[in-house]
C-alpha cells in the first residue's frame, strides 16, 4: 500500500511540477533528503513527473485525493520545503469521498501528535454516528469545525470542478507565510 506523498515543486511562474512518492508520507522523512543537490530525495521520488505547470487550486482539486495520500510537500524554487497532512474527511460509505483538509506539520512530535489527534478524532465521531447519538452531517461538521480551531486547517474538494462557493475559504498558498484571503 505504501504511505503516498505528493510533490508540487513551485517554478518561478508561482505554477507547479508535480511528482510522487510512495513512501514519503511516512513520518515525513522526504524532509531529511530533499535539497538541491538532491531534488529527488536520492530515489525517494519518482522522476517521472505526473504534471506540470499546475496552478496550486488544481493540485489539490485535481491531483490530490485525500484518500490516496497521506502527505502534501510544497517545495519552492529555493528548496524550502513545507509539509501537510492529508486528513480524508469522509468516512468508508462511498459518500462524498473527496472533501480533505491539509494541516502544517513538521516531522517529530507536531506530525506525531496531528497524525494521532486526526484517527482519534474520526474514529470517536464514526462511533458516535453509528450508535445514532449524531447524524452525518452533524459529526461532519464538528469534524471541520475541530480542524478549523485546533490545528488552523485547510479544507478543500478533490474531484471538484469548481471552488466550493457556500465556503468563505481563504486562498492557499504556504510560500506567503499563511493563508491569503482572495
Given amino acids: 500500500m505504501g504511505h503516498r506523498a505528493l510533490l508540487a515543486y513551485r517554478r518561478p511562474d508561482r505554477l507547479y511540477d508535480l511528482r510522487y512518492s510512495h513512501w514519503g508520507g511516512d513520518e515525513l522523512e522526504l524532509f531529511e533528503?530533499?535539497?538541491p543537490d538532491s531534488p529527488l530525495a536520492h530515489g525517494r521520488i519518482d522522476a517521472d513527473?505526473?504534471?506540470?505547470?499546475?496552478?496550486?487550486d488544481s493540485v489539490l482539486t485535481d491531483y490530490l485525493d485525500p484518500g490516496g495520500y497521506e502527505a502534501l510537500y510544497l517545495v519552492s524554487p529555493d528548496f524550502e520545503v513545507q509539509a501537510y497532512r492529508v486528513c480524508w474527511l469522509e468516512w468508508h460509505d462511498g459518500r462524498e469521498q473527496g472533501?480533505?483538509?491539509l494541516i502544517d506539520v513538521e516531522p517529530g512530535e507536531r506530525d506525531l501528535a496531528v497524525r494521532t489527534w486526526f484517527r482519534a478524532t474520526k474514529t470517536a465521531l464514526a462511533d458516535i454516528v453509528e450508535m445514532g447519538v449524531l447524524s452525518r452531517r452533524a459529526a461532519h461538521?464538528?469534524?471541520?469545525?475541530?480542524?478549523?480551531e485546533d490545528?488552523?486547517?485547510y479544507f478543500y474538494t478533490y474531484g471538484s470542478e469548481t471552488p466550493d462557493t457556500d465556503r468563505a475559504e481563504p486562498h492557499f498558498d504556504a510560500f506567503l507565510g499563511d493563508f491569503e484571503e482572495t
Avoid at 49 to 56: C, G, Q, S, Y
Avoid at 141 to 148: D, G, K, P, S, V
Fill in 151 to 153: 490545528q488552523n486547517g
Fill in 49 to 56: 513527473l505526473l504534471a506540470d505547470a499546475v496552478a496550486l
Fill in 33 to 35: 533528503y530533499l535539497g
Fill in 99 to 101: 472533501r480533505g483538509a
Fill in 141 to 148: 461538521t464538528y469534524l471541520e469545525a475541530r480542524i478549523t
